[in-house]
């Protein structure tokens, strides 16, 4: 299956968590580094769902196999859900974890910590040559921190706890983060559907 996507990361994430929930070997993922280049489409809708939607019709026609991408980011409370789609480029440049969270605490400096909530949410698509359409959603709640902690993940891993926990989504060890992220969640959702589509 292709994963609609240049983020090595984000391939190595998706590939240990459909392992985990379908058996090692079950699904190959390959990137958009695997395949004969096209241009990626511009993630012009205003939903994560439709973002994630885009990607997915799009990788599937070019490539001509089923076809996951995900549209996921931050969500916070005191900034009425912004971030949202915006959340790889909120400072700009798509991708600079640093200028992101330098920018998101800086407009949240001063709230109280009891108005800091947070989510992290994420919307799976996957779309077969043939048509089929399948969204899934995960969501992980939480809440900001007032400066990062940790250095493992991405994003905006190291300012995030997630409810229920006391170490930042980049203080957890992988196998711990998969199994309350939001990525994960709707990963092992789409798990269910390949597993009962018998989408291969």
């Not at 459909?18 to 489409?41: C, F, H």
């Not at 919307?123 to 921190?145: D, K, N, Y």
């Amino acid at each position: 299956m292709l994963l609609a996507t240049n983020n090595a990361k984000k391939l190595v994430e998706l590939q240990r968590i459909l392992d985990g929930a379908l058996g090692g070997g079950a699904i190959e993922l390959v990137s958009l580094r695997d395949v004969d280049q096209y241009p990626e489409p511009a993630e012009t809708g205003l939903t994560f769902a439709e973002n994630a939607l885009l990607k997915a019709r799009e990788g599937a026609s070019r490539t001509g196999l089923p076809a996951i991408a995900d549209d996921s980011g931050i969500t916070v409370e005191a900034l009425n859900g912004m971030p949202g789609v915006l959340s790889a480029r909120w400072a700009g440049k798509h991708g600079d974890d640093t200028a992101n969270n330098e920018l998101l605490l800086a407009q949240i400096s001063d709230f109280a910590d009891e108005n800091r909530g947070a989510a992290f949410v994420c919307a799976v698509a996957l779309v077969t040559p043939g048509g089929r359409e399948h969204l899934v959603e995960g969501r992980q709640p939480g809440h900001l921190l007032r400066a990062p902690r940790g250095s493992g993940g991405f994003g905006y891993d190291p300012l995030f706890i997630g409810e229920g926990q006391e170490r930042t989504n980049a203080e957890l060890a992988p196998a711990e983060k998969d199994a309350i992220s939001h990525r994960g969640k709707a990963l092992r959702a789409l798990a269910k559907v390949i597993a009962k589509e018998q989408i291969r």
